[in-house]
């Protein structure tokens, strides 16, 4: 009896560390996405890829897949306001 106790509390211990650990997998690894240049954080350097690209689609002589983080194909606002919203982000 005593034994299963013990056991007991050793496999809900061993959950709790792991779960967490399963958890941080994805959100760890995950890309910035709105880090347009690879430097590992966001900010104006970002944003000036975007504002390079603004208003180009694809086709344009502008137009750069990069800068289009919602992918709808158009550099628009939307795309400005994505990189301002993770402004000052770094890479984990
Ligand atoms: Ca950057
Ligand atoms: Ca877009």
Sequence with gaps: MERKAIWGMVL?????TMLPMAFNIHPVRA???????????????????????FGSYPG???WNPAADINHDDRIDG????MVARDFGKTDP
Excluded at 12 to 16: A, C, G, K, V
């Design 60 to 62: 344009h002589e502008r």
């Design 78 to 81: 939307m795309d400005l306001s």
């Design 12 to 16: 809900t211990l061993l959950i709790i």
């Design 31 to 53: 890309p910035l996405v709105t880090d347009l240049n690879g430097d590992g954080k966001v900010d104006g350097k970002d944003i000036a890829v975007v504002g390079l690209a």
